[in-house]
């Protein structure tokens, strides 16, 4: 069984960095599509940015598109999340997850990945 686990999270002022990284361990997700999700306080959860297998492909929301880069590192299997340029609308839970490699459904569906890391906590100060 995988297990997905985030670290990098932390406090940050507006305009600041962070980068994220979702380790992999217990099963080799080189095959999957990943994908990194965020939860604010009283809001759902929502599609952050997602990477194929190959790192050939990315997609991005609006709400983070030239702000946030996704990458990966399959010999590591490790997934990555690049912050920049963070806003206070920014401040969220951030999870990891990788999607089920037959779906081909719209890769923003949260119900089409199958496995979670727990999150880690993102929160930039105005």
């Known amino acids: 069984q995988g297990q997905l686990v985030e670290s990098g999270g932390g406090l940050v002022q507006a305009g600041g960095s962070l980068r994220l990284s979702c380790a992999a361990s217990?099963?080799?997700?080189?095959?999957?599509?990943m994908g990194w999700f965020r939860q604010a306080p009283g809001k759902e959860r929502e599609w952050a940015a997602s990477?194929?297998?190959?790192?050939?492909?990315?997609y991005y929301a609006d709400s983070v598109k030239g702000r946030f880069t996704i990458s990966r590192d399959n010999a590591k299997n490790t997934v990555y999340l690049q912050m920049n340029s963070l806003k206070p609308e920014d401040t969220a839970v951030y999870y990891c997850?990788?999607?089920?490699?037959?779906?081909?459904?719209?890769?923003?569906?949260?119900?089409?990945?199958?496995?979670w890391g727990q999150g880690t906590q993102v929160t930039v100060s105005s």
């Open positions: 997850a990788a999607r089920n490699p037959r779906s081909i459904a719209t890769i923003s569906l949260s119900n089409e990945y199958d496995y």
């Open positions: 990477i194929r297998w190959s790192s050939a492909y990315t």
């Open positions: 217990g099963r080799t997700f080189s095959s999957y599509t």
